[in-house]
């Protein structure tokens, strides 16, 4: 992986100089997130350079196909979470605390990554792993909070996700459950973990203390496939029996997504079904 970052890093480099010697327009930059153009059929290998062309023009293809090369590595460089409080308080206030709306899909299988592994501590005082958590057959909406700020936007999901899936006691459908991770990052604070961790609990009710969980220090692992890029929102996950991530959602919950999340689970359990009749 670290190699295939230097490549890139160096094809860019040798690229502008380049392409600005010899290339009549001035460089423009390709938008990196346009989706690929679609293909009828299995792609053909361009000519890069042609006998009748002038040296100009075959420069100009050959730094074409570079182009090319940058951006199939730059699509398997997987952009791993790098903290950057500037930029995820912009973005905050950018969006007024909605950083990304839920679907009104779930997302594919095929495309659906897993959820990792992380130790946790339960507020009951058990050690567990997130991931095998989540791999019990059920379907787990999966709660996640940074900061104050983000913790309080999660009762509001959890609430929603009861009230579509459980009964008037408030108990859940036994086919789904939910579980709050509690993510202090500061390596100061695990100092005070225990003060943190008794706060919590008054703030927990006792019947959610097993399913509530709380991890000290850095996660930037677990963060990238989970799409926890903003540290001052909760996020909502929804992740199947197998532990992948089939819908997620970032900032507070809006009527309309609460209505998704109630959908897509719907389907989701469907899916399971079918999945245990066959």
Request: glycine share 6%.
């Amino acid at each position: 992986m670290l190699t295939s970052r230097r490549a890139t890093s160096a094809l860019r480099r040798c690229r502008t100089p380049l392409y600005a010697s010899f290339s009549s327009s001035p460089v423009v930059p390709k938008n990196q997130n346009a989706p690929p153009a679609a293909s009828e059929g299995p792609a053909k290998p361009k000519k890069i350079l042609s006998v009748r062309a002038s040296p100009a023009q075959n420069l100009r293809n050959a730094l074409e196909a570079l182009d090319e090369m940058i951006e199939e590595a730059d699509r398997k460089v997987e952009k791993k979470y790098r903290p950057n409080m500037f930029a995820e308080f912009k973005q905050l206030n950018d969006t007024e605390g909605k950083v990304l709306e839920g679907s009104e899909t779930l997302i594919e299988v095929g495309k659906a990554k897993s959820v990792p592994s992380l130790k946790v501590d339960t507020l009951d005082g058990k050690q567990v792993d997130v991931q095998n958590f989540v791999t019990n057959g059920k379907a787990t909406l999966v709660l996640t909070a940074f900061k104050n700020y983000g913790l309080d936007m999660l009762p509001a999901w959890r609430d929603g996700f009861v009230a579509a899936f459980g009964d008037k006691q408030g108990k859940l459908d036994s086919r789904v459950q939910t579980v709050t991770l509690n993510v202090i990052e500061d390596w100061y604070m695990k100092l005070v973990s225990g003060s943190i961790t008794r706060g919590l609990q008054e703030k927990t009710p006792k019947e959610l203390h097993a399913t509530t969980f709380a991890h000290f220090g850095r996660c930037d692992e677990f963060r990238t496939p989970m799409a926890l890029d903003n540290s001052f929102v909760g996020y909502a996950h929804l992740v199947d029996g197998k532990g992948r991530i089939r819908w997620i959602a970032g900032g507070p919950a809006t009527p309309k997504e609460l209505d998704r999340l109630a959908k897509v689970t719907k389907q989701l359990l469907a899916q399971s079904a079918q999945h245990r009749r066959r």
